[in-house]
């Protein structure tokens, strides 16, 4: 394990990152930001969720099904060196 590793932040793949990102920011009240030209929101605790939006995006179902779109997160961890 490495000391002092910790989640960066999360970066949600979708179709429309500005709409995704704005109900985020009505659902948690946290602040909006632009963070690697992303929109985002981020909790006073510096928690950060990123929207980017893929020209190739394909929504994902639930519940899952074979051959069908799965989930998608890009987990940011950031250490310490």
């Not at 920011?25 to 969720?49: A, F, H």
Request: proline residues 5%.
């Amino acid at each position: 394990m490495i000391q002092g590793i910790r989640i960066g932040d999360i970066i949600i793949d979708c179709k429309d990152a500005d709409k995704l990102c704005d109900f985020y920011e009505k659902l948690l009240g946290w602040e909006r930001i632009c963070l690697y030209d992303l929109p985002g929101v981020q909790n006073s605790d510096g928690m950060t969720l990123l929207f980017s939006a893929e020209e190739d995006y394909e929504a994902p179902i639930w519940p899952e099904e074979d051959g069908k779109q799965q989930k998608q997160m890009h987990f940011d961890f950031q250490v310490p060196d």
